[in-house]
């Protein structure tokens, strides 16, 4: 099962256990942080959140291919796509592997 915003934004919210956010505010807090990404993204730039990975916008050129359902052939137009990359810590969470952190 997925993760959904509500989900977050009841987290952030603690309910039934007792934070700072009520659940309008943690609402309004997870809207703002994703506005700032989309944004972001949307302006071209890479947005990197330290210790869970980078989101990078990539241009796709213009390629040939075809529609499965027919055969026929087509030309897919360039696009722009979101990637993401996940640091070797969420990595190493994932794997189930302790990652030593770098001190600076």
Request: overall charge positive; charged content about 35%.
């Amino acid at each position: 099962m997925a993760l959904t915003k509500s989900d977050i934004v009841n987290e952030l919210a603690g309910i039934g256990k007792g934070t700072i956010f009520n659940r309008k505010e943690s609402a309004d807090l997870v809207e703002s942080l994703l506005e700032i990404i989309k944004q972001t993204l949307e302006s071209g730039e890479d947005v990197l959140i330290s210790r869970f990975g980078k989101f990078c916008v990539r241009d796709k050129k213009k390629r040939p291919g075809r529609n499965p359902k027919t055969g026929e052939g087509a030309i897919i137009d360039a696009r722009r796509v979101v990637t993401f990359q996940c640091s070797g810590v969420l990595r190493g969470k994932i794997n189930g592997k302790n990652v030593r952190r770098r001190t600076i």
